[in-house]
């Protein structure tokens, strides 16, 4: 059933310009964030979208919900539960129906000070990490819908965090202090700063190697991407200037030799192998790139999204150049 413009009941009538976040769920359905981010309020909402190929259509979005403020970020708890990161401050998980008609609001808190930049869901799948513009990283209890612990250990705001994808205990956290920092739970001073290098400027965005937990990368405001084990020497780090502008997403694939996407201000998607080497790029997008994210069901496929309220599928052929679908 429709409205008059041809949307489903089930989700608002129609979405946001700024594409900020989509994510894969496992059986290759598509989520994503969109936000105004113009007016005299900032409004946001959610889309599940069965057909990833429809997005950003609302006709064929499969249900939806209008946020109370903008979306930043999302993260997949469960194959119903979404974590959704508010530019109001707050911290949301939302429901999918079981018959997939509906989102239900589990619990909305205002825990951070300003802005959440980023939620990622430790691999125990009971907790979460959030960062935020207040400074803080804090980790929650979804289960108990309260904040666990609350972490002080950046001077400047908090742009990105990641869980390890195998270790609970383990996160990472970049923020405009130039830190980077690698963060163990069990221990009784949980945040390790990562030396840099020569890499003057702070990094923006931070993730895990889909396989390996002593491997991760990072992305910095003057647009290089970096690669760094934790079993090495500080001057073991690999770095390259991959874009142009500051560096808005990073995701490994899950190929047996994994590569690195990157999305960037400077309105392009560059994909790397581990040693940094570019083996594609695409410029079809019009304005700032704000996500990437592998297909869980195509292991040569990513798509992306962007304020220019496209989203894109690129299929990786590293044999051939590879078109955007």
């Given at each position: 059933?429709e409205?008059?413009?041809?949307?489903p009941?089930?989700?608002?009538?129609?979405?946001e310009?700024?594409?900020?976040?989509?994510q894969?769920?496992?059986?290759g359905?598509?989520?994503?964030?969109?936000?105004?981010?113009?007016?005299r309020?900032?409004?946001?909402?959610?889309?599940?979208f069965?057909?990833?190929?429809?997005?950003?259509?609302?006709?064929?979005?499969?249900?939806g919900?209008?946020?109370?403020?903008?979306?930043?970020?999302?993260?997949w708890v469960?194959?119903?539960?979404?974590?959704?990161?508010?530019?109001?401050?707050?911290?949301?998980?939302?429901?999918?129906?079981?018959?997939?008609t509906?989102?239900?609001?589990?619990?909305?808190?205002?825990?951070?000070?300003?802005?959440?930049?980023?939620?990622s869901?430790?691999?125990?799948?009971?907790?979460?990490?959030?960062?935020?513009?207040?400074?803080?990283v804090?980790?929650?209890?979804?289960?108990?819908?309260?904040?666990l612990i609350?972490?002080?250990?950046h001077?400047?705001p908090?742009?990105?965090?990641?869980?390890?994808?195998?270790?609970e205990?383990?996160?990472?956290?970049c923020?405009?202090?130039?830190?980077?920092?690698?963060?163990?739970?069990?221990?009784?001073k949980?945040?390790?700063?990562?030396?840099?290098?020569?890499?003057?400027?702070?990094?923006?965005?931070?993730?895990?190697?889909?396989?390996?937990?002593?491997?991760?990368?990072?992305?910095?405001e003057?647009?290089?991407?970096?690669?760094?084990?934790?079993?090495?020497?500080?001057?073991?780090i690999?770095?390259?200037?991959?874009?142009?502008?500051?560096?808005?997403?990073?995701?490994?694939?899950?190929?047996?030799?994994?590569?690195l996407?990157?999305v960037?201000?400077?309105c392009?998607?560059?994909?790397?192998?581990?040693?940094?080497?570019?083996?594609?790029?695409?410029?079809?997008?019009?304005?700032?790139?704000?996500?990437?994210?592998?297909?869980?069901?195509?292991?040569?496929?990513?798509?992306?999204a962007?304020?220019?309220?496209?989203?894109?599928?690129?299929?990786?052929?590293?044999?051939?150049?590879?078109?955007?679908?």
């Amino acid at each position: 059933m429709e409205n008059c413009w041809g949307v489903p009941l089930n989700a608002p009538a129609c979405m946001e310009r700024h594409l900020d976040t989509l994510q894969y769920r496992k059986d290759g359905a598509l989520l994503l964030g969109a936000s105004t981010l113009s007016g005299r309020s900032w409004l946001g909402s959610i889309w599940l979208f069965k057909d990833p190929l429809k997005a950003p259509n609302e006709a064929f979005c499969t249900v939806g919900v209008q946020a109370q403020a903008g979306v930043v970020d999302t993260c997949w708890v469960s194959d119903r539960e979404i974590l959704v990161a508010s530019d109001s401050g707050a911290v949301e998980l939302w429901e999918v129906s079981e018959s997939e008609t509906a989102m239900v609001s589990k619990f909305c808190k205002y825990e951070h000070d300003d802005i959440v930049t980023k939620v990622s869901l430790l691999s125990g799948e009971k907790q979460a990490v959030s960062s935020s513009l207040d400074c803080s990283v804090k980790i929650w209890d979804l289960e108990q819908k309260t904040v666990l612990i609350s972490y002080q250990a950046h001077s400047g705001p908090v742009m990105c965090v990641s869980a390890c994808p195998s270790n609970e205990n383990l996160f990472l956290s970049c923020a405009q202090d130039r830190r980077l920092l690698l963060w163990d739970r069990r221990n009784s001073k949980p945040a390790l700063r990562i030396e840099m290098g020569l890499l003057h400027c702070s990094a923006t965005t931070v993730t895990w190697h889909s396989q390996k937990e002593h491997v991760f990368a990072f992305g910095a405001e003057n647009g290089i991407v970096g690669v760094k084990s934790l079993q090495k020497q500080s001057d073991s780090i690999q770095t390259s200037a991959v874009h142009s502008r500051t560096v808005t997403g990073l995701q490994f694939s899950s190929h047996s030799s994994p590569l690195l996407a990157s999305v960037s201000e400077d309105c392009t998607l560059a994909v790397v192998d581990i040693n940094l080497s570019e083996v594609f790029r695409n410029k079809s997008h019009k304005d700032f790139v704000r996500s990437v994210c592998w297909s869980p069901l195509n292991l040569d496929l990513l798509s992306t999204a962007g304020w220019d309220h496209q989203v894109l599928h690129h299929s990786i052929c590293l044999d051939k150049d590879a078109d955007t679908a």
